[in-house]
């Protein structure tokens, strides 16, 4: 069992290496998508399913077993924007992704 500050370091550094490795190869690719309400479901699930993965399942302090976290748990964890406001917030004003072909 980890300690309190090496299971706090574990998370810093796997919320760092999302954020320095996966999400800007993610916002590269969608950088020039439209967004419609499927791509941003798609887009949730996949950084949903990224951070459960390097977070991995939690011990259950009651029953024993491993459990997922959900959703809420998640977004309670990650205090950061989504992906969503990341690439709304890109291309608003001063961050809009601007595309020329020679």
Known sequence: MLS??????VFQFVI????DIILPV???VCGTWSLTLGEN???????NRVLRRMLRPKRDEVTGGWKKLHNEELDDL???QNI???IKSRRSGRGEVHTEFW
């Open 4 to 9: 309190f500050g090496a299971e706090s370091f």
């Open 16 to 19: 760092k290496k999302y954020e």
């Open 26 to 28: 993610v916002l590269y």
């Open 41 to 47: 479901r798609r887009l949730r699930v996949f950084e």
């Open 78 to 80: 990650y205090c950061s």
């Open 84 to 86: 969503i406001e990341v």
